[in-house]
Nanobody, 126 residues
Framework: QVQLVESGGGLVQAGGSLRPSCAAS????????MGWFRHAPGKGREFVAV????????YYGGSVKGRFTISRDNTNHTVYVQTNSLKTEDTAVYYC???????????????????WGQGTQVTVSS
């Protein structure tokens, strides 16, 4: 498995931006499709975005599409999610996740991923 460590969360006002990142170690990073999920209190785990191994294919959850952008740096073994136009409902713990191989057809399900980070808190105030 690959080890994942998120950072870059924080407190921001509505309309602001953050860029959480996820550093990977332990295996060949470019072998993994990488995803972001989030978990808010009282809600289930929600798919945010996924990026393919070479970075050319991305998919987004409906609630973030057009506002968030996922990217990766295979040289530095890091995946990012640029979050813009943040809303209070974006408040959650954000997790990155890795799965060996392609994005696949079930990329929106947390069960499709093999490794998870510990999460980084994003709080959006009104």
């Amino acid at each position: 498995q690959v080890q994942l460590v998120e950072s870059g969360g924080g407190l921001v006002q509505a309309g602001g931006s953050l860029r959480p990142s996820c550093a990977a170690s332990g295996r060949t990073f470019s072998n993994y499709a990488m995803g972001w999920f989030r978990h808010a209190p009282g809600k289930g785990r929600e798919f945010v975005a996924v990026i393919s191994r070479n970075g050319r294919t991305t998919y987004y959850g409906g609630s973030v599409k057009g506002r968030f952008t996922i990217s990766r740096d295979n040289t530095n073994h890091t995946v990012y999610v640029q979050t813009n136009s943040l809303k209070t409902e974006d408040t959650a713990v954000y997790y990155c996740a890795a799965r060996v191989g392609p994005v696949g057809s079930t990329y929106y399900s947390h069960t499709a991923y093999d490794s998870w980070g510990q999460g980084t808190q994003v709080t959006v105030s009104s």
